[in-house]
């Protein structure tokens, strides 16, 4: 008989999302430091399992510790994004590939209707959830490839720029561009043509490393 219990995450765990969440979003700027004893007055805890949330972010490269100084969110540079985007560019689209092979119909059928909720976000100029959406088909997509060692791969590089990767300005242009990509990259997974989704991928993320790069030289 299968149980029905519901395991909650360990505090530190919990601890660990929500301050992710807040460093994907901009809450927590790259750059600012996290103040212990506020961060937890505000969640509540004590400073066990914030300690222990942030020395798990720093192993994903969210936040830099800094002896007896305590712990910022990571700044990303553009040798970050250069180094590490061609790389995700290779497994994204490795694992699409492997994607268009092994996933589901009904995992195909998901990502279409996500896609198309990303449409409607795109249309209404609803950025924060256009980009919930986008980063949930590339991430159902690396799912699909069925090989977890991939995903966890990718999971570990992409903590490291995600935010600059799915948060930076686009031009209308820009915009467009990948809504169009998206769109050949759900027609390639529906058709299974794993050599078009491959190649979409690659130039997908291609183009968002052109943004990225851009955004952190005006910024700079």
């Known amino acids: 008989m299968s149980s029905n219990v519901i395991v909650r995450a360990p505090l530190h765990v919990q601890v660990a999302e ?3 969440v807040a460093i994907d979003s901009g809450e927590l700027a790259p750059g600012a430091r996290l103040n212990e004893v506020e961060l937890c007055n505000d969640m509540g805890v004590s400073r066990t399992p914030l300690r222990e949330a942030i020395r798990s972010l720093a192993t994903e490269g969210l936040v830099e510790l800094q002896p007896n100084r305590g712990a910022i ?3 990303i540079s553009r040798e970050d994004v250069t180094e590490i985007l061609p790389i995700m560019a290779s497994l994204e689209g490795l694992g699409g590939r492997l994607a268009a092979v092994n ?3 009904e995992k195909i059928l998901q990502v279409r ?3 198309n909720q990303m449409i409607g976000h795109y249309r209404n100029g609803a950025v924060d959830d256009y980009f919930e959406t986008n980063r949930l088909i590339h991430e159902l997509i690396t799912e699909g490839s069925g090989n977890q060692t991939l ?3 990718i999971n ?4 490291k720029v995600r935010r600059a990767r799915f948060s930076a300005h686009m031009t ?3 915009w467009a561009k990948a809504v169009a990509e998206h769109e050949e990259m759900i027609d390639a997974l529906e058709s299974r043509d794993s050599d078009r989704l491959e190649a979409v991928l690659i130039q997908h993320i291609e183009t968002k490393r052109t943004t990225i790069i851009g955004a952190l030289r005006n910024a700079g």
């Open 172 to 174: 209308a242009e820009s």
């Open 151 to 153: 995903v966890d791969t």
């Open 18 to 20: 929500r301050l992710r």
């Open 156 to 159: 570990n590089l992409s903590a």
């Open 103 to 105: 996933m589901e119909r």
């Open 73 to 75: 969110v990571s700044v």
């Open 113 to 115: 209707n996500i896609h």
